[in-house]
Protein backbone atom coordinates (compact mmCIF):
# COMPACT_ATOMS: atom_id res chain seq x y z
CA UNK A 1 0.00 0.00 0.00
CA UNK A 2 0.92 3.54 -0.07
CA UNK A 3 0.01 7.49 0.97
CA UNK A 4 -3.62 8.56 0.42
CA UNK A 5 -4.52 12.03 1.49
CA UNK A 6 -7.83 12.39 2.80
CA UNK A 7 -9.44 16.13 2.81
CA UNK A 8 -12.13 17.54 5.13
CA UNK A 9 -12.19 15.98 8.36
CA UNK A 10 -15.68 15.74 8.67
CA UNK A 11 -18.31 12.41 8.92
CA UNK A 12 -17.06 10.86 5.42
CA UNK A 13 -13.33 12.08 5.72
CA UNK A 14 -12.91 10.33 8.85
CA UNK A 15 -14.74 7.50 8.18
CA UNK A 16 -12.54 7.41 4.59
CA UNK A 17 -9.80 7.94 6.75
CA UNK A 18 -10.33 5.10 8.88
CA UNK A 19 -10.85 2.45 6.52
CA UNK A 20 -7.85 3.59 4.58
CA UNK A 21 -5.64 3.49 7.18
CA UNK A 22 -7.01 0.06 8.60
CA UNK A 23 -6.12 -1.51 5.12
CA UNK A 24 -2.25 -0.66 5.93
CA UNK A 25 -2.66 3.04 4.10
CA UNK A 26 -0.54 5.84 5.24
CA UNK A 27 -2.63 8.66 5.80
CA UNK A 28 -2.71 12.30 6.31
CA UNK A 29 -6.26 13.72 7.00
CA UNK A 30 -6.11 17.06 6.18
CA UNK A 31 -8.53 19.96 7.66
CA UNK A 32 -7.80 23.52 7.94
CA UNK A 33 -9.29 23.18 11.21
CA UNK A 34 -7.60 21.17 14.26
CA UNK A 35 -10.60 21.33 16.49
CA UNK A 36 -12.39 18.97 13.26
CA UNK A 37 -8.81 17.24 13.31
CA UNK A 38 -9.33 16.97 17.14
CA UNK A 39 -12.67 15.58 16.84
CA UNK A 40 -12.25 13.64 13.84
CA UNK A 41 -9.50 11.42 15.55
CA UNK A 42 -11.42 10.82 18.53
CA UNK A 43 -14.63 9.80 16.65
CA UNK A 44 -12.06 6.86 14.73
CA UNK A 45 -10.73 5.89 18.07
CA UNK A 46 -14.08 5.66 19.54
CA UNK A 47 -15.65 3.31 16.21
CA UNK A 48 -12.21 0.96 16.47
CA UNK A 49 -13.31 0.59 19.83
CA UNK A 50 -17.10 -0.26 19.14
CA UNK A 51 -15.60 -2.61 16.48
CA UNK A 52 -13.49 -4.19 18.52
CA UNK A 53 -16.21 -5.26 20.59
CA UNK A 54 -18.32 -6.67 18.17
CA UNK A 55 -15.50 -8.89 17.38
CA UNK A 56 -14.03 -6.92 14.46
CA UNK A 57 -10.76 -6.78 15.11
CA UNK A 58 -8.11 -6.25 18.21
CA UNK A 59 -6.98 -3.25 20.36
CA UNK A 60 -3.83 -3.85 18.75
CA UNK A 61 -4.62 -3.71 15.18
CA UNK A 62 -6.84 -0.60 16.38
CA UNK A 63 -3.91 0.95 17.61
CA UNK A 64 -2.13 0.35 14.14
CA UNK A 65 -5.11 1.77 12.25
CA UNK A 66 -4.62 4.99 14.01
CA UNK A 67 -1.01 5.14 13.97
CA UNK A 68 -1.47 5.24 10.28
CA UNK A 69 -3.43 8.53 10.48
CA UNK A 70 -1.23 11.72 10.37
CA UNK A 71 -3.42 14.82 11.03
CA UNK A 72 -2.33 18.07 9.35
CA UNK A 73 -3.65 21.76 9.00
CA UNK A 74 -1.74 22.10 5.73
CA UNK A 75 -2.50 21.22 2.38
CA UNK A 76 1.36 20.67 1.93
CA UNK A 77 1.18 17.13 3.59
CA UNK A 78 -0.85 15.64 0.48
CA UNK A 79 2.63 15.75 -1.02
CA UNK A 80 3.62 12.27 -2.11
CA UNK A 81 0.23 10.70 -1.80
CA UNK A 82 -0.81 8.20 -4.37
CA UNK A 83 -4.32 9.01 -4.19
CA UNK A 84 -6.06 12.65 -2.82
CA UNK A 85 -9.54 11.71 -1.72
CA UNK A 86 -11.35 15.08 -1.18
CA UNK A 87 -14.36 15.25 1.54
CA UNK A 88 -15.11 18.67 2.23
CA UNK A 89 -18.30 20.40 2.54
CA UNK A 90 -21.26 19.62 -0.30
CA UNK A 91 -20.19 23.09 -1.23
CA UNK A 92 -18.97 23.19 -5.15
CA UNK A 93 -16.60 26.79 -4.70
CA UNK A 94 -14.77 25.21 -1.62
CA UNK A 95 -14.50 21.41 -3.45
CA UNK A 96 -12.89 23.64 -7.12
CA UNK A 97 -10.21 25.51 -4.86
CA UNK A 98 -9.40 22.61 -3.25
CA UNK A 99 -8.72 20.65 -6.50
CA UNK A 100 -6.81 23.75 -7.92
CA UNK A 101 -4.84 23.89 -5.41
CA UNK A 102 -3.68 20.59 -4.46
CA UNK A 103 -3.30 19.39 -8.03
CA UNK A 104 -0.15 20.51 -8.29
CA UNK A 105 1.33 19.04 -5.20
CA UNK A 106 0.76 15.66 -6.48
CA UNK A 107 2.51 13.78 -9.22
CA UNK A 108 1.33 13.41 -12.75
CA UNK A 109 0.30 10.03 -11.80
CA UNK A 110 -1.56 10.94 -8.48
CA UNK A 111 -5.63 10.27 -8.27
CA UNK A 112 -7.72 12.63 -7.67
CA UNK A 113 -11.06 11.74 -6.70
CA UNK A 114 -14.24 13.31 -4.96
CA UNK A 115 -16.53 11.99 -2.09
CA UNK A 116 -18.98 14.53 -3.41
CA UNK A 117 -22.67 13.10 -3.39
CA UNK A 118 -23.87 15.03 -6.31
CA UNK A 119 -21.09 17.74 -7.91
CA UNK A 120 -20.75 17.29 -11.59
CA UNK A 121 -16.50 15.24 -11.72
CA UNK A 122 -16.56 16.97 -14.93
CA UNK A 123 -16.81 20.08 -13.71
CA UNK A 124 -14.50 19.63 -10.54
CA UNK A 125 -12.09 18.23 -13.28
CA UNK A 126 -11.79 21.42 -15.32
CA UNK A 127 -10.17 23.00 -12.57
CA UNK A 128 -6.79 20.84 -12.18
CA UNK A 129 -4.23 20.29 -14.61
CA UNK A 130 -5.06 16.48 -15.22
CA UNK A 131 -9.01 16.33 -16.13
CA UNK A 132 -7.81 12.68 -17.12
CA UNK A 133 -7.00 11.58 -13.71
CA UNK A 134 -10.17 12.52 -11.69
CA UNK A 135 -12.74 10.57 -10.38
CA UNK A 136 -15.85 10.20 -8.10
CA UNK A 137 -15.47 8.26 -5.34
CA UNK A 138 -18.59 8.35 -3.66
CA UNK A 139 -18.77 6.38 0.13
CA UNK A 140 -21.78 5.78 1.65
CA UNK A 141 -22.22 6.79 5.64
CA UNK A 142 -20.91 5.24 7.59
CA UNK A 143 -17.97 4.53 5.71
CA UNK A 144 -16.18 1.69 7.97
CA UNK A 145 -20.11 -0.32 7.53
CA UNK A 146 -20.98 0.67 4.37
CA UNK A 147 -20.01 -2.16 1.25
CA UNK A 148 -20.64 0.42 -1.57
CA UNK A 149 -18.33 3.12 -3.06
CA UNK A 150 -20.01 4.79 -6.21
CA UNK A 151 -17.14 5.01 -9.00
CA UNK A 152 -18.07 8.19 -10.92
CA UNK A 153 -16.12 8.60 -14.43
CA UNK A 154 -15.95 12.32 -15.76
CA UNK A 155 -16.04 13.14 -19.27
CA UNK A 156 -12.40 13.23 -19.11
CA UNK A 157 -11.83 10.34 -17.11
CA UNK A 158 -9.23 7.70 -18.79
CA UNK A 159 -9.73 4.40 -18.72
CA UNK A 160 -6.52 3.37 -16.51
CA UNK A 161 -7.86 5.80 -13.81
CA UNK A 162 -10.95 3.71 -13.40
CA UNK A 163 -9.53 0.56 -13.36
CA UNK A 164 -6.67 1.68 -10.57
CA UNK A 165 -9.90 3.48 -8.74
CA UNK A 166 -11.96 0.33 -8.78
CA UNK A 167 -8.80 -2.08 -7.74
CA UNK A 168 -8.21 0.59 -4.50
CA UNK A 169 -12.22 0.54 -3.53
CA UNK A 170 -11.71 -3.40 -3.63
CA UNK A 171 -8.63 -3.35 -1.64
CA UNK A 172 -10.49 -1.45 1.23
CA UNK A 173 -13.17 -4.52 1.43
CA UNK A 174 -15.41 -2.30 -0.45
CA UNK A 175 -17.75 -2.91 -3.22
CA UNK A 176 -17.05 -0.72 -6.59
CA UNK A 177 -20.15 0.28 -8.72
CA UNK A 178 -19.31 2.87 -11.91
CA UNK A 179 -21.57 5.05 -12.99
CA UNK A 180 -21.56 7.98 -15.44
CA UNK A 181 -21.49 11.65 -14.54
CA UNK A 182 -24.38 13.31 -14.09
CA UNK A 183 -26.48 15.64 -11.46
CA UNK A 184 -26.82 13.32 -8.50
CA UNK A 185 -25.44 10.18 -10.38
CA UNK A 186 -27.36 7.13 -9.31
CA UNK A 187 -27.65 6.88 -5.64
CA UNK A 188 -28.89 10.28 -4.68
CA UNK A 189 -30.92 11.05 -7.82
CA UNK A 190 -32.81 8.44 -6.36
CA UNK A 191 -32.87 8.13 -3.19
CA UNK A 192 -33.02 12.06 -2.38
CA UNK A 193 -36.75 12.14 -4.09
CA UNK A 194 -37.83 9.73 -1.84
CA UNK A 195 -36.47 11.53 1.04
CA UNK A 196 -38.06 14.90 -0.31
CA UNK A 197 -41.38 13.33 -0.94
CA UNK A 198 -41.68 11.92 2.94
CA UNK A 199 -40.68 15.73 3.82
CA UNK A 200 -43.36 16.65 1.53
CA UNK A 201 -45.90 14.29 3.26
CA UNK A 202 -45.20 15.97 7.12
CA UNK A 203 -45.09 19.11 5.76
CA UNK A 204 -48.59 18.55 4.65
CA UNK A 205 -50.03 16.56 7.48
CA UNK A 206 -50.17 13.34 6.07
CA UNK A 207 -48.07 11.78 9.12
CA UNK A 208 -45.59 11.96 11.57
CA UNK A 209 -42.14 11.85 11.07
CA UNK A 210 -42.48 8.18 13.04
CA UNK A 211 -45.23 6.68 10.58
CA UNK A 212 -43.54 7.67 7.68
CA UNK A 213 -40.31 5.81 8.62
CA UNK A 214 -42.41 2.97 10.28
CA UNK A 215 -43.94 2.60 6.90
CA UNK A 216 -40.86 2.49 4.84
CA UNK A 217 -38.78 0.21 7.33
CA UNK A 218 -41.70 -2.27 7.25
CA UNK A 219 -43.58 -2.22 4.17
CA UNK A 220 -40.72 -1.71 2.04
CA UNK A 221 -38.05 -3.24 4.05
CA UNK A 222 -35.73 -0.34 4.62
CA UNK A 223 -33.37 -0.60 7.86
CA UNK A 224 -33.87 2.98 8.16
CA UNK A 225 -36.29 5.40 8.13
CA UNK A 226 -35.71 8.36 5.00
CA UNK A 227 -36.16 10.92 8.08
CA UNK A 228 -34.09 9.33 10.31
CA UNK A 229 -31.62 8.62 7.03
CA UNK A 230 -32.20 12.40 6.26
CA UNK A 231 -31.05 13.50 9.88
CA UNK A 232 -28.09 11.31 9.47
CA UNK A 233 -26.71 12.54 6.35
CA UNK A 234 -27.64 16.13 7.23
CA UNK A 235 -30.61 17.87 6.25
CA UNK A 236 -27.76 20.61 4.43
CA UNK A 237 -26.53 18.06 2.10
CA UNK A 238 -30.26 16.91 1.79
CA UNK A 239 -30.92 20.58 0.74
CA UNK A 240 -27.89 21.03 -1.03
CA UNK A 241 -28.28 18.05 -3.56
CA UNK A 242 -31.86 18.79 -4.35
CA UNK A 243 -30.55 22.09 -5.71
CA UNK A 244 -28.15 20.38 -7.31
CA UNK A 245 -30.67 17.68 -9.03
CA UNK A 246 -33.17 20.78 -9.44
CA UNK A 247 -30.59 23.31 -11.31
CA UNK A 248 -29.38 20.02 -13.36
CA UNK A 249 -32.41 18.64 -14.50
CA UNK A 250 -35.66 19.39 -13.93
CA UNK A 251 -36.46 23.02 -11.65
CA UNK A 252 -40.54 21.55 -10.85
CA UNK A 253 -39.89 18.07 -10.23
CA UNK A 254 -36.67 18.18 -8.51
CA UNK A 255 -38.40 21.43 -6.08
CA UNK A 256 -36.99 21.37 -2.62
CA UNK A 257 -39.64 20.51 0.18
CA UNK A 258 -40.53 23.81 1.97
CA UNK A 259 -39.95 22.20 5.36
CA UNK A 260 -36.62 20.97 4.54
CA UNK A 261 -35.54 24.76 3.52
CA UNK A 262 -37.07 26.09 6.80
CA UNK A 263 -35.33 23.29 8.90
CA UNK A 264 -32.18 24.07 7.56
CA UNK A 265 -32.50 28.25 7.76
CA UNK A 266 -33.27 27.43 11.23
CA UNK A 267 -30.42 25.44 11.59
CA UNK A 268 -31.97 22.34 12.38
CA UNK A 269 -29.87 19.92 10.77
CA UNK A 270 -30.31 16.28 11.88
CA UNK A 271 -27.90 14.25 14.17
CA UNK A 272 -25.26 17.35 13.65
CA UNK A 273 -26.98 19.97 15.19
CA UNK A 274 -28.45 17.54 17.98
CA UNK A 275 -32.18 17.99 16.77
CA UNK A 276 -34.06 17.19 12.58
CA UNK A 277 -36.67 14.95 12.34
CA UNK A 278 -35.78 14.03 15.56
CA UNK A 279 -33.64 14.86 18.93
CA UNK A 280 -30.74 13.67 19.32
CA UNK A 281 -28.35 13.41 22.90
CA UNK A 282 -25.45 12.76 21.39
Known amino acids: MSKVAVVG ?5 NGI ?3 FAQHGWDVVLVDTSQEALDRALKTIATNIEKLVKKGVGSR ?6 LARIKPSASFDAV ?16 KFEIFSALSRLLTPESILASNTSSISITEIATHTDRPANVIGMHFMNPVPVMKLVEVIRGRETSNETVKKTVAIVEALGKTPVEVNDAPGFVSNRVLMPMINEAIFCIDEGVATPEAVDQVMKLGMNHPLGPLALADLIGLDVCLAIMKVLQDGLDKHKYRPAPLLERMVAAGKLGRKSGVGFYAYRD
Open 79 to 94: TGAEILVEAATENPQI
Open 60 to 65: ESGAGT
Open 9 to 13: AGTMG
Open 17 to 19: AHV
